[in-house]
């Protein structure tokens, strides 16, 4: 069993940064591959960002591609988003998801564990 919390979440201008947080706690983090979803309201839950779990293999969505970087540290059970030259249509409620079976999730189905989210909006 696998509790995700995501944080880091909040209201920020067109152009600015944010970084996202996802702390896993119950076991460690270490063996899962880890995404990160976007979900707005009235669409579909979509890909963003994965990571394999060494930290080894990487893939960002083309929307966010050059503008986003996921990384982990599995030391501290965490994985990150870092979010650069945001824009309005980023605005949405950001989730972390852990997988166990698959070296990247860049897919919500069969996804092990899902954090609760956290709000991004972007103001233009």
């Known amino acids: 069993q696998v509790q995700l919390v995501e944080s880091g979440g909040g209201l920020v201008q067109a152009g600015g940064s944010l970084r996202l947080s996802c702390a896993a706690s119950?076991?460690?983090?270490?063996?899962?591959?880890m995404g990160w979803f976007r979900q707005a309201p009235g669409k579909e839950r979509e890909f963003v960002a994965t990571?394999?779990?060494?930290?080894?293999?990487?893939r960002h969505a083309d929307s966010v591609k050059g503008r986003f970087t996921i990384s982990r540290d599995n030391a501290k059970n965490t994985v990150y988003l870092q979010m650069n030259s945001l824009n309005p249509a980023d605005t949405a409620v950001y989730y972390c998801?852990?997988?166990?079976?698959?070296?990247?999730?860049?897919?919500?189905?069969?996804?092990?564990?899902w954090g609760q989210g956290t709000q991004v909006t972007v103001s233009s």
């Open positions: 990571i394999s779990g060494n930290g080894g293999s990487k």
């Open positions: 119950g076991r460690t983090v270490s063996s899962y591959a």
């Open positions: 998801a852990a997988d166990l079976h698959r070296i990247l999730v860049v897919s919500t189905t069969g996804v092990d564990y």
